[in-house]
């Protein structure tokens, strides 16, 4: 079973600045690696799919990189509405299931 | 737009079982899975299993196996997850979430989202 390592698991950052998250694959992944940020009372949102592609909808400032083992996503200038927590998550194909990495929290410095 | 409703809030007793229903609409039922993934308070998000809505096949998480079922009614538009034998630590948010791409080209991300049902377990 792949295990999903995120790094760090809370960063401290002030809006305006760069927030750069790591996730990283304890054996070697094909690149459907997604990540999704979740707030208090909300649902899960998808913000990149296939390692750096952007969902519908998602702000160019989300920015998704890397391949197997180690995955990074780029938040080039943080907004107010950034602070969450950011998840990856990676799909093994025999059998099918998904993993999550156990998430980054971004908060205000 | 492409939604996905579900049921209200259970609580429920140590050893009983739950059902979730997920209710999507304003898309072709038949042509995307449904995964469903939880939440436990202070954890994070963790995937139980996926249904294919047209033929019903499933597949679920190792954790779960045994103890999860899910299931479809294609009349209604609508899964269901029952989670069997529950204990004090399956106390969590429960989602319904759809796969991004057509089941024809294979399952991948997660686009869409129930709001989330909370089911409490205690005695």
């Keep these: 079973e792949v295990v ?12 305006g600045d760069r927030a750069t998250l790591s996730c990283r694959a304890s054996q070697s992944v094909s690149t459907y690696l997604a990540w999704y940020q979740l707030k208090p009372g909300q649902a899960p949102r998808l ?9 519908t909808g998602i702000p160019a400032r989300f920015s ?37 990495g156990q998430g980054t929290k971004v908060e205000i410095k | 737009q492409v939604q996905l409703v579900q049921s209200g809030t259970e609580v429920k007793k140590p050893g009983a079982s739950v059902r979730v229903s997920c209710k999507a609409s304003e898309y072709t039922f038949n042509n995307y899975y449904i ?16 249904i294919d809505p047209s033929g019903g096949g499933t597949s679920y998480a190792q954790k779960f196996q ?27 948010v429960y989602y319904c979430a759809r796969d991004r791409r057509a089941k024809v080209q294979g399952p991948d991300a997660f686009d869409v989202w129930g709001h989330g049902t909370v089911v409490t377990v205690s005695s």
Excluded: K
């Excluded at chain 1, 913000?47 to 969902?55: P, T, V």
């Excluded at chain 2, 899910?70 to 899964?79: G, I, K």
């Design chain 2, 35 to 50: 995964h469903w993934v939880r939440q436990a308070p202070g954890q994070g998000l963790e995937w139980m299993g996926i």
């Design chain 1, 47 to 55: 913000l990149i799919y296939d390692a750096s592609n952007r969902a």
């Design chain 2, 66 to 92: 045994g103890r999860v079922t899910m299931t479809r009614d294609t009349s209604t538009t609508t899964v269901y997850m029952e989670l069997s034998s529950l204990r004090s630590d399956d106390t969590a």
């Design chain 1, 4 to 15: 999903l390592t995120q790094s760090p698991a809370t960063l401290s950052l002030s809006p």
């Design chain 1, 64 to 100: 998704g990189s890397g391949s197997g083992p180690d995955f990074t996503l780029t938040i080039s200038s943080l907004e107010p509405e950034d602070f969450a927590v950011y998840y990856c998550q990676q799909r093994s194909n025999r059998p099918p299931t998904w993993t999550f």
